[in-house]
T-cell receptor, first 114, second 113 residues
């Protein structure tokens, strides 16, 4: 079985400070990993994904994520947070051996204060 | 949300009534999915489709059925709605499996009284 854990329900940061949203996963074999963002009353928007290769993945809106195989983590980061980054963030994993199913974490609410 | 529409966007219904939600895409993607979103659970897959008339169950399929008669349309039916099916329902599409990301519609908020 595959699963995703987002250990923090909420993350609060001041504008201009670094933002980190944590994600750990469990899957058999090598994973495909994804980050999505959801703004209020909207659908999920794709931010970035890890497929293979470079462990540091860059995505939309200045976000990046680092894949760490030994720690089975895929933390989302942004060097300088904006108030407009306040949203709900989801990490998701898919196994390469069962590549229909995409499993989501419960989500982390990010609040960036001015 | 571009290229994916869901209808209705909001619906209130009563226990025991059938409900059908529609997802329509203009991207010509092969794969379509139905998820439900509930607090503390993230998104959970209900059913998915890998082509016209080709569908399969997800992890929370009990009480739901789907149909796909055209590439662009994927219907989700609650055969006899229950209060536990009160949720926000999202449709998603993707070009392929594996490394392909999914793109999500705007969602349908369903309340079953």
């Amino acid at each position: 079985a595959q699963s995703v854990a987002q250990p923090e329900d909420q993350v609060n940061v001041a504008e201009g400070n670094p933002l980190t949203v944590k994600c750990t996963y469990s899957v058999s074999g090598n994973p495909y990993l994804f980050w999505y963002v959801q703004y209020p009353n909207r659908g999920l928007q794709f931010l970035l994904k890890y497929i293979t290769g470079d462990n540091l993945v860059k995505g939309s809106y200045g976000f990046e994520a680092e894949f760490n195989k030994s720690q089975t983590s895929f933390h989302l980061k942004k060097p300088s947070a904006l108030v407009s980054d306040s949203a709900l963030y989801f990490c998701a994993v898919r196994s390469r051996s069962n590549d229909y199913k995409l499993s989501f974490g419960a989500g982390t609410t990010v609040t960036v204060r001015a | 949300d571009a290229g994916i529409t869901q209808s209705p966007r909001h619906k209130v219904t009563e226990t025991g009534t059938p409900v059908t939600l529609r997802c329509h895409q203009t991207e010509n993607h092969r794969y379509m999915y139905w998820y439900r979103q509930d607090p503390g659970h993230g998104l959970r897959l209900i059913h998915y489709s890998y082509g016209v008339k080709d569908t399969d169950k997800g992890e929370v399929s009990d009480g739901y059925s789907v149909s796909r008669s055209k590439t662009e349309d994927f219907l989700l039916t609650l055969e006899s709605a229950t209060s536990s099916q009160t949720s926000v329902y999202f449709c998603a599409i993707s070009e392929g499996r594996g490394q392909n990301e999914q793109f999500f519609g705007p969602g349908t908020r369903l309340t079953v009284l």
